[in-house]
C-alpha cells in the first residue's frame, strides 16, 4: 500500500481535480462541519511536521500531505466551576461535558471524512480522545499540531492549543488527508510572559518553556506528572483530570459571544 505522497503526487491531484473545485470542497466542508456543531475549522500543511508524524503514527500516518482540524468549544459556565476542581458536582459536569464534547466531535470528523473520501481522497480520522499504547500518553498524531499549523492558534505553556477566539476551552479532532485544500497560517505564540498554567498546575506538569516544533514534548510538559496525579485523583474523585490550565488561561476566560 502507498504510504507517502510526494510534491509531484500533489501536483498531479490538484491539476486533475482543479484549483476551483478544491476551493468548493473545502467551502462545503467548512459549511458541513459548522452545520454538525463544529466551532472552529482549518487545514494543515503536514510537510513541516514530517518526523513528529513519523515518531507519533509510524508511516502510514506520515503520508498524509494535509490535515482537517476540527474543533468544538466547552460550556463556560462547566469550565468556570473547575476553580472547585475538587466538587464532586463539578468533577461529574466536567467528565460529563468531556464525553459529550468528544463524542460530538468524532461524530462531526467522521462524517468530514467520509465526504472527503466521496470526493475522490483519502482521509483517515484522529479521534478526540485517542490514546496510544506506547507508554508515551501521545495520540496517533497530535490535535494541537495540525490545529497550529491550520492557523487555528498557538500552542501554550500549558501545552494546549490556545485560540484567539476561546483560548484552550475547546475539544479538538483531526482527519489526515491527500487533499490538496488551501491552508491556514500558523498563529504567532501570545502567552507574553504570563505562567498562570504553570503556577496553578499542582501536578508542576509544566516546565514554562515556550512551544517550539524543535523540542520534544518533554521539555516543556512532563505528561507523566500529570498523569500520576490524575490518577490520585480517580482513586478519590473518580474519574477526569483537574482542568485546571484549561480554567486558568486568561485567553478562554474572556466570555466572548459566539458570533
Ligand atoms: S490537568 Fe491539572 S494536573 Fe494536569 S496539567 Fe492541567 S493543571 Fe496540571
Ligand atoms: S495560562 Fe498564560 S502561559 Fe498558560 S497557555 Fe494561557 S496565556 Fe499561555
Same mark, same amino acid.
Given at each position: 500500500?502507498?504510504?507517502?505522497?510526494?510534491?509531484?503526487?500533489?501536483?498531479?491531484?490538484?491539476?486533475?481535480?482543479?484549483?476551483?473545485?478544491?476551493?468548493?470542497?473545502?467551502?462545503?466542508?467548512?459549511?458541513?462541519?459548522?452545520?454538525?456543531?463544529?466551532?472552529?475549522?482549518?487545514?494543515?500543511?503536514?510537510?513541516?511536521?514530517?518526523?513528529?508524524?513519523?515518531?507519533?503514527?509510524?508511516?502510514?500516518?506520515?503520508?498524509?500531505?494535509?490535515?482537517?482540524?476540527?474543533?468544538?468549544?466547552?460550556?463556560?459556565?462547566?469550565?468556570?466551576?473547575?476553580?472547585?476542581?475538587?466538587?464532586?458536582?463539578? +468533577?461529574?459536569?466536567?467528565?460529563?461535558?468531556?464525553?459529550?464534547?468528544? =463524542?460530538? @466531535?468524532?461524530? &462531526?470528523? *467522521?462524517? $468530514?471524512?467520509?465526504?472527503?473520501?466521496?470526493?475522490?481522497?483519502?482521509?483517515?480520522?484522529?479521534?478526540?480522545?485517542?490514546?496510544?499504547?506506547?507508554?508515551?500518553?501521545?495520540?496517533?498524531?497530535?490535535?494541537?499540531?495540525?490545529?497550529?499549523?491550520?492557523?487555528?492558534?498557538?500552542?501554550?505553556?500549558?501545552?494546549?492549543? +490556545?485560540?484567539?477566539?476561546?483560548?484552550?476551552?475547546?475539544?479538538?479532532? =483531526?482527519? @489526515?488527508?491527500? &487533499?490538496? *485544500?488551501? $491552508?491556514?497560517?500558523?498563529?504567532?505564540?501570545?502567552?507574553?510572559?504570563?505562567?498562570?498554567?504553570?503556577?496553578?498546575?499542582?501536578?508542576?506538569?509544566?516546565?514554562?518553556?515556550?512551544?517550539?516544533?524543535?523540542?520534544?514534548?518533554?521539555?516543556?510538559?512532563?505528561?507523566?506528572?500529570?498523569?500520576?496525579?490524575?490518577?490520585?485523583?480517580?482513586?478519590?474523585?473518580?474519574?477526569?483530570?483537574?482542568?485546571?490550565?484549561?480554567?486558568?488561561?486568561?485567553?478562554?476566560?474572556?466570555?466572548?459571544?459566539?458570533?
Amino acid at each position: 500500500m502507498r504510504n507517502t505522497l510526494s510534491v509531484s503526487a500533489a501536483n498531479k491531484l490538484l491539476n486533475r481535480f482543479g484549483a476551483q473545485r478544491l476551493d468548493d470542497l473545502k467551502e462545503e466542508l467548512t459549511a458541513y462541519a459548522k452545520s454538525l456543531g463544529v466551532d472552529l475549522f482549518g487545514v494543515a500543511d503536514l510537510s513541516t511536521a514530517k518526523d513528529l508524524m513519523l515518531s507519533q503514527g509510524g508511516r502510514h500516518v506520515a503520508g498524509y500531505p494535509r490535515a482537517v482540524s476540527l474543533g468544538i468549544r466547552l460550556l463556560d459556565d462547566v469550565v468556570d466551576q473547575l476553580r472547585n476542581h475538587e466538587d464532586p458536582i463539578t +468533577i461529574s459536569s466536567y467528565r460529563s461535558l468531556y464525553t459529550a464534547v468528544n =463524542t460530538a @466531535l468524532d461524530r &462531526a470528523a *467522521l462524517l $468530514v471524512a467520509k465526504k472527503i473520501q466521496d470526493a475522490g481522497f483519502r482521509a483517515y480520522l484522529v479521534p478526540a480522545s485517542s490514546m496510544l499504547n506506547n507508554g508515551k500518553l501521545e495520540a496517533t498524531f497530535s490535535h494541537k499540531v495540525a490545529a497550529n499549523l491550520a492557523g487555528l492558534g498557538w500552542v501554550g505553556k500549558s501545552c494546549l492549543l +490556545i485560540t484567539p477566539e476561546l483560548g484552550p476551552r475547546v475539544r479538538l479532532a =483531526t482527519v @489526515l488527508t491527500d &487533499a490538496p *485544500l488551501e $491552508v491556514g497560517s500558523p498563529l504567532p505564540n501570545r502567552c507574553g510572559r504570563c505562567t498562570k498554567c504553570v503556577d496553578i498546575c499542582p501536578a508542576k506538569a509544566f516546565t514554562g518553556r515556550p512551544f517550539s516544533h524543535s523540542e520534544p514534548r518533554d521539555a516543556r510538559f512532563k505528561a507523566a506528572l500529570c498523569d500520576e496525579y490524575t490518577e490520585k485523583r480517580i482513586k478519590v474523585y473518580g474519574d477526569v483530570n483537574c482542568g485546571l490550565c484549561v480554567y486558568v488561561c486568561p485567553h478562554g476566560n474572556k466570555r466572548k459571544k459566539k458570533k
